[in-house]
């Protein structure tokens, strides 16, 4: 069956193998231009055609080719022709092989050429003069052409190549010059950049700094004695490295030695992690002594029982406990003067009182010592150390003297369990010197036996603020009497009552119209007449005395907590305002104040700031005198003395309401108080104060005390309830000091007219 297309004759497909008719070259076209073509870039089949007939003209041939031409030629003795070569196809036009045709055409059948097939002929037989090569190298008729083989490239084998001795050398020694370049920029860095920082990390690598505690100053009364000492103590420490197989021993011991310590929270510390842990702080020597002296004991017993044994099984001896300073504070006289004083803390530093406000002063400064150590942390003997001794701190010697400060506290507690008061303040104040004689306040507590509450720890003589009622008194008519609008000689009409911007005010008993002298208003102590007296004065005046005597100011003793009381601020008060403050209502003022306002008027007049420091002590005995405020004159010395000659007739037999006061042998000049105060819980008027204030003797006045008790219950009285705590504490100091009594009879006064 023939295949045509076209007009093309049929083909004859012949025989496999039989090469097939090559194609005629075809002849120039009338239109191809007679110039040479120029050159086009070789492709990439032009390429490996080149290179195949490169290698069929090369003279290196494959064994498989050389016994094919051996096959092919003649034996060289052979007489015979040699054989016709194969007739060769016509070599293609610029350097191409001819293409065969791809079907013979049928013999004696001619197709017909159109114009189209013969642009197509033409076309073709330039493609095949290009692609031409010889008949023998090219494949076989329908067969993909073989690649080509890849040529085997033969390795020669490797040579060891011998070292080169100078190239080793130049290595060596480059590598060399830069170790030693580096040890040099090191060395340059740590002696000459920068040596103090190195040698002070090296140092601190070896050697272990302990803390020298200073020795913390001793606070004394007047007299030298001790209320406050710092006692040898020390810290147990321990090394949980060597304490942790014999935990359970030591914690036994520790805990039945030490109080506060419990075996469970002692087996932690000496099993935790670490070089280090403290277990028990401020542990007496003779605790100390006697818990190594069990140690030293449990080890004689633990080496006898591991005689004779292999070293894997003896038992491990106690061993791990250390020691470090650790002073303890000390009260000798127990609750004396301990809300005064205070307390210190564990770490040493004050927590309340003249501990806390003084720490600075009495704490010192710590010293350093460094110690050489080896590689376990224990200290090197004999090794270098160094040592940077303490500063011990100062001691302070106070005003208090701790025989009148202990009585006084012994009669207040008596007295305010007797009244069944919350609390109550004993004052005894110098007159000349302004110094605190006694600062008592009930309930108190002992700081030695660690069993108090941060409550205990107030000072309420100078932390606690409070309405002081009548003892007001004595600073109104002081300067009344001051500013010429009172006498001895003043005579007031007293009503039951009176109005002040619609408010009644009335004494504290019912009375009708009274006709009071000024001394019997004091002696009376009158509400009413007080007011009609203070009613003279303008306010503004009045407001300036009141400052001059200490009220609404801090009372300079820098005592911590301190407070320093509520006056109105400014000096345009109301009408009421006024009159309340006159009589002692609508002010709030400390224990403290109030003792040194009246101290003013038993002093002639002058205003003497309070001291609770007398002298600061230093560890060389050096003392230097504490020096406050200096004194200053309120009032004039003769309205001074004829405020305390209304005062004298208060303890009077005759018509006085504290004649309970009064002391055998001396003349005393003093003042009784009774005073609402506001209840915290309400905001209202709910409680009382009673107090009372004197000084003794009147005509030469060594010592003034004050007295308050809070919330007493029952029957209120300053005269009744304070005036007997007066008299009993200021008769212990006149006795103590040696004040004789001055011979003066109570003076007789007229208290109406």
Do not use: C
């Amino acid at each position: 069956m023939t295949d045509r297309r076209g007009n093309e004759p049929p083909r004859n497909r012949g025989t496999r193998g039989t090469p097939p008719r090559t194609t005629q070259p075809r002849r120039r076209s009338a239109t191809d231009s007679t110039r040479a073509n120029p050159e086009r870039p070789e492709s990439t089949r032009d390429r490996l055609l080149r290179k195949a007939q490169e290698e069929t003209r090369t003279p290196r041939r494959s064994a498989a080719n050389e016994a094919g031409e051996r096959r092919r030629r003649p034996a060289p003795d052979s007489g015979r022709k040699a054989a016709a070569p194969r007739k060769q196809a016509p070599k293609a036009q610029a350097g191409g092989s001819a293409r065969p045709a791809p079907r013979r055409a049928v013999e004696g059948r001619k197709a017909p050429v159109k114009k189209t097939a013969k642009k197509t002929a033409t076309k073709t037989a330039k493609k095949s003069q290009a692609r031409k090569r010889p008949l023998q190298n090219r494949p076989p008729q329908n067969r993909p052409k073989p690649r080509p083989q890849k040529k085997r490239v033969v390795k020669p084998p490797r040579m060891l190549r011998l070292g080169r001795p100078a190239v080793r050398l130049r290595l060596t020694f480059g590598v060399m010059a830069f170790v030693l370049s580096l040890f040099a920029g090191r060395l340059v860095l740590l002696q000459g950049v920068d040596p103090d920082s190195y040698a002070q990390a090296a140092t601190k690598e070896n050697t272990r700094p302990f803390i020298l505690h200073a020795s913390r100053g001793t606070i004394e009364d007047r007299n030298g004695v001790e209320l406050a000492v710092s006692e040898d103590a020390v810290a147990i420490t321990a090394d949980p490295s060597q304490t942790k197989p014999v935990a359970q021993q030591l914690a036994a011991i520790i805990a039945a030695k030490v109080p506060g310590t419990t075996t469970s929270k002692l087996v932690t510390d000496l099993t935790g992690k670490g070089r280090f842990t403290r277990l028990a702080r401020q542990v007496p020597p003779t605790t100390w002594t006697a818990i190594q002296a069990e140690i030293k004991a449990a080890n004689a017993t633990i080496a006898a029982q591991n005689k004779g044994k292999p070293k894997e099984q003896q038992a491990p001896l106690l061993a791990g406990l250390y020691t470090e300073e650790d002073p303890v504070r000390s009260h000798p006289n127990g609750s004396v003067a301990s809300t005064v004083v205070g307390v210190t803390g564990t770490d040493g530093k004050g927590q309340s009182g003249l501990e806390y406000g003084l720490n600075d002063k009495l704490s010192g400064q710590d010293g350093k010592a460094m110690y050489e150590v080896d590689a376990k942390g224990n200290t090197i003997p004999n090794a270098n150390h160094t040592v940077e001794e303490p500063k011990p701190g100062v001691s302070v010697q106070l005003t208090l003297d701790r025989d009148l400060q202990f009585f006084a506290e012994r009669r207040i507690a008596q007295a305010v369990t007797q009244y069944h008061a919350s609390a109550g303040t004993v004052i005894v104040m110098d007159v000349k010197s302004g110094e605190l004689m006694a600062m008592a306040n009930y309930p108190s507590f002992d700081p030695n036996a660690k069993k108090y509450t941060a409550k205990d720890l107030n000072n309420p003589a100078l932390e606690r603020s409070y309405e002081p009622g009548s003892v007001q008194k004595v600073v109104t008519m002081a300067a009344l009497a001051d500013a010429g609008y009172i006498n001895l000689s003043t005579k007031i009409a007293v009503p039951g009552s009176i109005e002040v911007q619609r408010r009644i005010i009335k004494d504290h008993w019912d009375h009708g119209p009274l006709r009071l002298t000024i001394s019997g208003v004091v002696a009376k102590s009158s509400n009413v007449g007080t007011i009609i007296a203070a009613q003279q004065m303008p306010i503004a005046q009045f407001v300036k005395y009141l400052h001059n005597f200490g009220f609404g100011e801090p009372t300079g003793l820098n005592f911590p907590g301190e407070t320093k009381g509520l006056l109105t601020p400014g000096d345009e008060w109301p009408e009421l305002t006024r009159s309340n403050v006159a009589f002692g209502q609508g002010l709030s003022v400390n224990a403290v104040q109030e003792a040194a306002a009246v101290n003013a008027v038993a002093n002639g007049g002058v205003f003497v700031p309070p001291k609770l420091v007398r002298n600061y002590v230093a560890a060389d005995g050096t003392v230097t005198p504490n020096q406050t405020a200096p004194a200053r004159r309120v009032v004039s010395e003769k309205a001074a003395k004829e405020v305390t000659t209304m005062m004298e007739a208060v303890t009077s037999k005759k018509g006085g309401t504290a004649p309970l006061a009064a002391i055998d042998g001396y003349l005393v000049a003093g003042k009784t108080g009774t005073a609402q105060q506001v209840d915290p819980k309400t905001g209202k008027y709910g409680k009382w104060a009673t107090s009372f204030a004197g000084f003794a003797p009147a005509d030469n006045p060594r010592f003034v005390t004050y007295v308050v008790l809070h919330d007493p219950e029952g029957a209120r009285g300053g005269g009744f309830q304070g005036g007997p705590v007066f008299r009993d504490v200021m008769s212990y100091a006149l006795q103590k000091y040696v004040v004789p009594p001055s011979g003066a009879q109570q003076p007789n006064i007229p208290l109406t007219w």
